[in-house]
């Protein structure tokens, strides 16, 4: 069964550091997605892709985020300057369209921890 | 702004229990509503998609139904197992796409 991965399973990092967090979606599904889970906590959206360009974002997606295609398979969700605040767990989800029959499915999640 | 909420927070039944999780959220505009299960430290696993348009949507044990004017959904889980014990987010969909969780149901099936 068509699943959606992501690398790193972990990734440590110190504060002021950049980090990119890897997810390859499901091969037919037109729509990406971004959120994460600090622990204890909700799980929050982040962003969400389609078509190559950002559909909406959250107020949490500031400046320091950006998500990128780099090529058909892989799409990225890069920190530019890590807080301390950004430690949590980012899921990558995808879905074959935005409408109502359309379910989205998760990936397994990067665990990031900021020293 | 969609706010959902989700009782009980916790849940400890003996196994072959049926049981009920509640969801509610603050705006009935929504496209859908999906069920996921999150295991400690693990992803999430959707477990139903029920339509905006749809009552009832069921998958195996798993039965979930949806009010949307009045702003609701439940999980009915039949016959439960300890392999159920997890913690169950409930999820509405708007307009722009994204999801808005609940805190979830932390359930615990004793054996």
């Known amino acids: ?115 | 702004k969609q706010e959902v909420t989700q009782i009980p927070a916790a849940l400890s039944v003996p196994e072959g229990e049926n049981l009920v999780l509640n969801c509610s959220f603050t705006d009935s505009a929504i496209y859908n509503l999906q069920w996921f299960r999150q295991d400690p430290g693990k992803g999430l696993t959707s477990l139903l998609l029920i339509q905006s348009s749809q009552r009832e949507q069921t998958s195996g044990r798993l039965n979930a139904s949806l009010d949307k004017s009045s702003g609701r959904s439940t999980l009915y889980i039949a016959a439960s197992q300890p392999g159920d014990s997890a913690t169950y987010l409930c999820a509405p969909r708007g307009s722009q796409g994204n999801l808005i969780f609940g805190k979830g149901t932390k359930l615990s099936v004793k054996p």
Not at chain 1, 20 to 41: A, D, E, K, M, T
């Open chain 1, 1 to 115: 069964e068509p699943e959606v991965t992501q690398t790193p399973s972990h990734q440590v990092t110190q504060m002021g550091q950049e980090v990119i967090l890897r997810c390859v979606p499901i091969s037919n599904h037109l729509y990406f997605y971004w959120y994460r889970q600090i622990l204890g906590q909700k799980v929050e959206f982040l962003v969400s892709f389609y078509n190559n360009e950002i559909s909406e974002k959250s107020e949490i997606f500031d400046d320091q985020f950006s998500v990128e295609r780099p090529d058909g398979s892989n799409f990225t969700l890069k920190i530019r300057s890590t807080k301390l605040e950004d430690s949590a767990m980012y899921f990558c989800a995808s879905s074959e369209a935005a409408g109502t029959y359309n379910e989205q499915f998760f990936g397994p999640g990067t665990r990031l921890t900021v020293l």
